[in-house]
């Protein structure tokens, strides 16, 4: 389980915060106090899992403009998602007694319900690193019409290569936002590399989604909006019943919804939108970095005004800019040979191409991959609460 030392703030903060009380309803943290050594380990666990999250989302939260919403960040955001995930499962485990019980197992049944929304998304947000992956090697060719020249020798032939390559690349991804069915209609194909028998069957795996093929009509933007609408803060008296583990549902739920929030921001993705209608609550610590964050990437997105933009990912902002930069330069030159500006002007563009191309060659497989990994653990943590939950109603 990953570390939460470094306290910033101290104890009693997060107990109160946890058990969702302020301070002028003192009495009813009496009311709700089991004594003893195991009551103080317990109220420690919560706030320890609280404290875990409002960490790692202060520091996604601290990010500089240049960093935020690029590859290296979106990989942090998983990173964070799977370290408060790990936390969430092992509290659910270390309370089975309690998680069994109402009105815990309703709340942490709809949890694992949202689960199944969020594999869907896991799957377009794959489908669209692929789409990414399509543009980058577009974007390598017409790197290389130039790249292998001569800074004297550039000839209008290879003028002739880099616009064709910029005219294709302007076409697939206008084809790729207007028609998004073309990519994600193979959403069956799932995470993971299907198992295969000797007789080349596939047979049923872990590795295979729960999710199922969707229509045309799928919209990510919608399926967030189903997960934020059922997100409801627990009520004073499933807090108390429940010793302040409704809290931790709740919160747990709302990282859930919110990491692929910020994901479906970044990523090309089915029917992708930001307005989707959910508030960060205040009354716990980890609400002031969720909210900074929102208001940030909204902020990113009206700066660069582009809502109906493909994907905020700082390094598509920069693939859209060189070729901008390309595209004018390329339509620019009528005659040869070039002049000396020129063929300056056409390096530094290429460099510009080379540094974005690289960006993504060295980014993209490893967020493809780290995402796989975020699948199945959200899938694994699905399947191993189902069981604990049936285990205990078995018992009971």
């Known amino acids: 389980m990953p570390s939460t030392g470094g306290y910033a703030m101290p104890f009693g903060t997060f107990r109160r915060s946890i058990m969702g009380v302020r301070s002028d309803h003192i009495g009813q943290i009496h009311s709700m106090d089991v004594t003893g050594d195991s009551s103080s380990e317990f109220h420690c666990e919560l706030g320890s899992f609280e404290h875990q999250v409002f960490r790692q989302f202060r520091a996604l939260s601290a990010a500089s403009g240049d960093e935020l919403l690029s590859l290296d960040w979106v990989s942090k955001l998983l990173d964070a998602f799977a370290a408060c995930q790990e936390d969430f499962k092992l509290i659910l485990s270390k309370n089975e007694e309690i998680v069994s019980k109402p009105p815990l197992d309703r709340l942490v049944t709809e949890y694992f319900d949202r689960s199944i929304r969020a594999l869907d998304i896991c799957n377009a947000l794959r489908d669209g690193i692929e789409t990414i992956h399509v543009w980058h090697r577009q974007l390598e060719i017409v790197s290389g019409a130039f790249g292998s020249t001569s800074r004297n020798v550039m000839v209008e032939g290879r003028f002739r290569r880099a616009r064709k390559a910029l005219t294709d690349l302007a076409i697939i991804m206008l084809d790729d936002s207007k028609e998004s069915t073309s990519i994600f209609s193979q959403r069956n194909r799932s ?156 390096q530094t563009c290429v460099q510009e191409l080379s540094q974005v191309c690289n960006l993504f060659k060295n980014g993209l497989d490893p967020l493809e991959r780290q995402l796989r990994e975020v699948f199945r653990k959200i899938m694994s943590c699905r399947t191993e609460g189902l069981e604990l939950l049936g285990r205990s109603q078995s018992q009971s």
């Open 191 to 346: 995470f993971g590399r299907p198992n295969k028998g000797k007789d080349g069957q596939h047979k049923a795996g872990h590795s295979r989604s729960l999710s199922w093929s969707v229509p045309s009509s799928w919209s990510a933007s919608k399926q967030l909006q189903l997960m934020a609408s059922g997100l409801i803060p627990p009520k004073s008296h499933e807090i108390s019943s429940t010793n302040g583990l409704a809290n931790v549902v709740y919160t747990m739920g709302f990282v859930l919804m919110f990491v692929l929030w910020a994901l479906v921001a970044a990523i090309p993705c089915q029917d992708r939108n930001l307005q989707v209608n959910f508030s960060v609550p205040r009354q716990f610590s980890w609400g002031t970095p969720l909210n900074l964050l929102h208001i940030r990437i909204m902020d990113e997105s009206k700066k660069r005004d582009r809502k109906n933009s493909v994907g905020l990912l700082k390094e598509i902002y920069l693939m859209e800019k060189s070729i901008h930069l390309v595209t004018d330069l390329v339509d620019s030159v009528n005659q040869f040979p070039l002049t000396e500006e020129q063929k300056t002007d056409v």
